[in-house]
């Protein structure tokens, strides 16, 4: 129904900075909800941000707040995700995901997209 694909996922230094990209297929983009979450090798999958359907409304994790920025392009059918200041334990697979209403359950979830940050 609704596909997801992330990019914008690679290497970068601690402190250093990327900029993440889902793009999504379907016809309804503004009606959806997005997040991000990540997973780290070993742990559980951990909310990171998520924005409302017209970009409204923004909900950042504690950890991130300040440093990460989500945003959409609704024009563009693309969700991003800023990331300055990356530290390394925030290595991990990044994930797009899709909500029907904002801040409920996601229904929909991308491939991912890996983010390695060396120390």
């Known amino acids: 129904q609704v596909q997801l694909v992330e990019s914008g996922g690679g290497l970068v230094q601690a402190g250093g900075s990327l900029r993440l990209s889902c793009a999504a297929s379907?016809?309804?983009?503004?009606?959806?909800?997005l997040g991000w979450f990540r997973q780290a090798p070993g742990k559980e999958r951990e909310f990171v941000a998520a924005i409302s359907g017209n970009g409204g409304s923004t909900n950042y994790a504690g950890s991130v707040k300040g440093r990460f920025t989500i945003s959409r392009d609704n024009t563009k059918n693309t969700v991003y995700l800023q990331m300055n200041n990356l530290r390394p334990e925030e290595t991990a697979v990044y994930y797009c995901?899709?909500?029907?209403?904002?801040?409920?359950?996601?229904?929909?979830w991308g491939q991912g997209t890996q983010v390695t940050v060396s120390s």
């Open positions: 379907v016809r309804t983009f503004s009606s959806y909800a």
């Open positions: 995901a899709a909500s029907k209403r904002f801040l409920t359950a996601y229904d929909y």
